[in-house]
């Protein structure tokens, strides 16, 4: 039976290396753990296991990261943003890919959050990788409860996407007209 597939999603740029390796085996060992497949980049990049720090990438090895980044979350049934703590970029955009165009779910480790637009966005905040671990077995732990969860959120979100969409295409002089469900 296949596994619920985890990106996850780490800021990587101006981090040191050895670190970043650290990171991905500890969340890597906890979601294997728990009966998650990891995608992981730090993993898909073979970032080495050295004391210095990931520098910025040239653009076109940032683009091709990118495109496989972007496979990964399309493969992936979850994110996992850890620790990223709204300071990563790459993450932002990686979490509004896989929330906002993928329509998948996205469980944040970001300690100390406060009171913020994250906490009414996101789907689900915590302190502790532990914590992310076992909201992520029960509420999308299986297909199921995946499937439940996606159905639950197109009841509550389709219809009024296609209705903005259908507004924006009538003001910009579209004639294309998108129909939801009934």
């Known amino acids: 039976m296949s596994k619920i597939k985890v990106y996850v999603a780490h800021a990587m740029t101006g981090k040191m290396k050895d670190e970043l390796v650290r990171e991905a085996e500890y969340t890597t060992r906890q979601l294997q753990a728990y009966g998650f497949e990891v995608l ?3 993993v898909a990049e073979n970032i080495q296991d050295v004391h210095e720090p990931l520098v910025q990438l040239d653009s076109e090895t940032l683009e091709r990261h990118w495109r496989r980044d972007k496979e990964m979350l399309k493969e992936a049934d979850l994110m996992l943003d850890f620790n990223a703590c709204n300071k990563s970029d790459g993450v932002a955009k990686e979490l509004g890919y896989t929330r906002f165009c993928l329509w998948k779910p996205v469980i944040r480790v970001f300690p100390n959050c406060g009171i913020n637009i994250s906490r009414i966005e996101d789907d689900v905040i915590v302190e502790t990788l532990p914590e992310a671990i ?27 996407w296609i209705a903005e969409q259908n507004k924006m295409n009538e003001r910009y002089g579209i004639t294309t007209s998108l129909v939801g469900v009934a």
């Open 134 to 160: 076992q909201i992520m077995n029960e509420k999308y732990g299986s297909f199921v409860k995946l499937h439940m969860w996606r159905q639950k959120m197109l009841d509550r979100s389709f219809n009024n």
């Open 40 to 42: 992981d980049p730090i």
